[in-house]
């Protein structure tokens, strides 16, 4: 499991762990250790009211201990995480204490998920530990245990850590990243483990039966005798299967409304700047539309119906991006993401169309000499015209109807700029430009990740009843946050951009000396001493091509390319030589090794039988 890239959960979101990289912390010792240091967050406020995310990244998180622990353990309990948590009332423990009760949680963790680590008998530990000194290999791994060092930093709403932050990143007075703090992404994911994550798996099999029974009641409704009143709609088992299926939407979609009502009383109307949000509102609107519309038998033949219903199918599909953006594999938010884009490349769609239009007006006034009967249709109005444009945006327009027009010289022409300019330049250079804003948008998923899951643990403890809070009060927002967390700098992995960093910029290159051979007694004779020197005839050139002025530079072009020739038949009557080497190291050996299994080779006999092993 430790070679697989699941195992490594420290080497997947570089930009959340990073963060912990920063924290200048050493392992506390016992004697500095007062239970009086800790602090609140309203203290961390009211002492720090200038420099607070600056006290969070330099004393968020303090260091309890560093410890090793056996490599399959560990990463069977972290799995795809990168940090492990457990609530706590005790700020401190001291070393010992802390590495037990980290081994403990570890071992449950794995037995929890069925990795045969912790259920292992004493044999089959002793045994492994014997075949790892066999073959020299460790299986540990370095690990470091924290605490948050704010009280109470998971309490909820406006007691907590989480709150305050959402609010300042809501104002745009703080980014992504202070999510990514230690203790703020202690405390994240703390509360995701604890209830938030369960809490979100119900409202997603909520918001399934919320669009199962919609789409099933379009399905239904759409072959409906619209003039049957609601008495006699009931008597039939399409029309039961419509009212049946509509009024478990309604019902399905009640705890999400009761959800955003209490965001709303909590953010207030700078709720509805966040676009998902106001996307969330249409979709309860148009579902109580719908419903009294239905219901009521009011407009049912009218077009505002038939709008209401097929936005609110668009709209449910879009919704299921509030749910993927806060999981690791499907944290992809699509209405964000095109958000940004459209933000970013906003002014070359609007180019775009402006040049559409262009063309379509001069494509319809191009015609305008033409008979009606012989103009084409989709040029034959301005409205048209333009919209024929867009539908040729890719350039796929036909030129034969042009070719064939009464001005087929110019119109032709203007065909043909159309589908260069708008064919092969602009639509190219959209591509390219939300191909480099998908790139720059996806950066930091993980902050990003974090962020939308501290605003779904926001938004749930605003609606969760205070009864039920209470009975979960201490299991939920315990006084201190442990972290336990793998260390990078210690783990055995191989570092992808420093493969060749140390053996230098320059590859050495063997060359083969004259002299004359040594007889090995063989029947063959060798080539003399071999010497490694760094390739360097490019740059000498390049220096006295350099040193002899501007003014020669047909001479210095010539001469480069001589070079470049000379430079290249060096290095072939090099690389023929180090093959001929190798063939006659290979002759060499192979002769020994027929020598030794005959028996034929003294080796504490003759000079001669010694310099040939000293030369292979």
Not at 111 to 132: D, N
Not at 538 to 557: A, L, M
Not at 584 to 601: C, F, I, K, M, N
């Amino acid at each position: 499991m430790a070679g697989q890239e699941s195992a490594q959960p420290l080497l997947r979101d570089q930009g959340v762990i990073s963060a912990w990289d920063r924290q200048d912390v050493e392992t506390v010792s016992e004697s500095t250790r007062r239970i009086g240091t800790a602090c609140t967050v309203e203290q961390m406020f009211e002492e720090h009211p200038q420099d607070v995310l600056k006290f969070l990244q330099t004393s968020g998180v303090e260091k309890l201990a560093e410890f090793k622990a056996e490599g399959d353990m560990v990463f069977g309990a972290f799995n795809d995480d990168s940090i492990l948590t457990f609530g706590s009332d005790q700020r401190w423990l001291n070393t010992e204490e802390t590495e037990t009760e980290w081994r403990s949680r570890l071992q449950a963790t794995c037995k929890e998920r069925g990795i045969p680590i912790a259920s292992a008998s004493q044999g089959q530990l002793q045994q492994r530990e014997r075949s790892s000194r066999q073959k020299r290999w460790s299986k540990e791994v370095v690990v470091e245990a924290f605490v948050v060092t704010i009280k109470d930093a998971t309490a909820p709403v406006e007691r907590g850590l989480l709150h305050p932050l959402i609010q300042e990143w809501q104002a745009k007075r703080c980014s992504y990243s202070v999510f990514t703090l230690p203790a703020v992404q202690s405390v994240i994911q703390y509360k995701w483990k604890a209830f938030a994550r369960r809490l979100l798996f119900v409202e997603l099999s909520l918001y399934c039966v919320w669009l199962t029974s919609y789409y099933l009641f379009c399905a239904a409704m759409q072959d409906e005798d619209l003039s049957l009143p609601l008495s006699d709609l009931l008597t039939t088992a399409r029309g039961r299967l419509t009212v049946v299926a509509e009024i478990i939407s309604l019902l399905a979609m009640a705890p999400f409304l009761m959800l955003e009502s209490g965001s709303i009383a909590v953010y207030g109307w700078s709720w509805l700047r966040d676009p998902t949000n106001a996307l969330d509102t249409c979709t309860y609107l148009l579902q109580i539309a719908i419903a009294i519309m239905h219901f009521g038998r009011i407009w049912l033949a009218s077009h505002w119906l038939t709008y209401c219903l097929a936005v609110q199918c668009v709209l449910l599909m879009f919704r299921l991006q509030y749910f993927t953006q806060v999981l690791r594999p499907t944290r992809f938010s699509f209405t964000t993401v095109v958000r940004e884009v459209v933000l970013e490349t906003g002014w070359v769609f609007i180019f775009i169309i402006l040049v559409c239009i262009a063309f379509g007006a001069a494509f319809h006034i191009s015609f305008r000499t033409q008979d009606d009967d012989k103009t084409p249709e989709e040029f034959s109005s301005f409205i048209r015209s333009v919209l024929s444009s867009f539908e040729h945006l890719y350039g796929d327009i036909k030129l034969s109807d042009f070719i064939n027009s009464s001005d087929p010289f110019f119109n032709t022409c203007l065909a043909l700029a159309f589908i260069v300019i708008m064919g092969y330049c602009l639509v190219n250079l959209l591509l390219g430009m939300i191909i480099n804003s998908l790139d720059r948008v996806l950066d930091h998923e993980g902050a990003k990740q974090l962020c939308n899951q501290a605003r779904l643990i926001n938004e749930m403890e605003t609606v969760i009843p205070s009864w039920f809070e209470k009975r979960k009060f201490k299991e939920w927002h315990p006084q201190y946050v442990h972290v336990l967390r793998i260390d990078p700098t210690k783990l055995d992995a191989i570092e992808m951009d420093k493969l060749w960093s140390k053996f230098g910029d320059f590859a050495p290159v063997m060359q083969a000396g004259g002299g004359g051979g040594e007889d090995d007694g063989c029947g063959d004779s060798h080539s003399g001493e071999e010497e490694w020197r760094v390739e360097g005839g490019k740059e000498e050139e390049r220096e006295k091509e350099v040193e002899s002025g501007p003014g020669n530079s047909k001479n210095q072009s010539k001469n480069a390319k001589g070079s470049d020739i000379k430079d290249s038949n060096t290095l072939m009557r090099k690389l023929i030589a180090v093959e001929e080497q190798l063939e006659h190291q290979r002759a060499v050996l192979e002769r020994l090794e027929a020598r030794l299994v005959e028996g034929s080779l003294d080796l504490r006999g003759s000079d001669h039988d010694q310099n040939v092993l000293l030369e292979s």
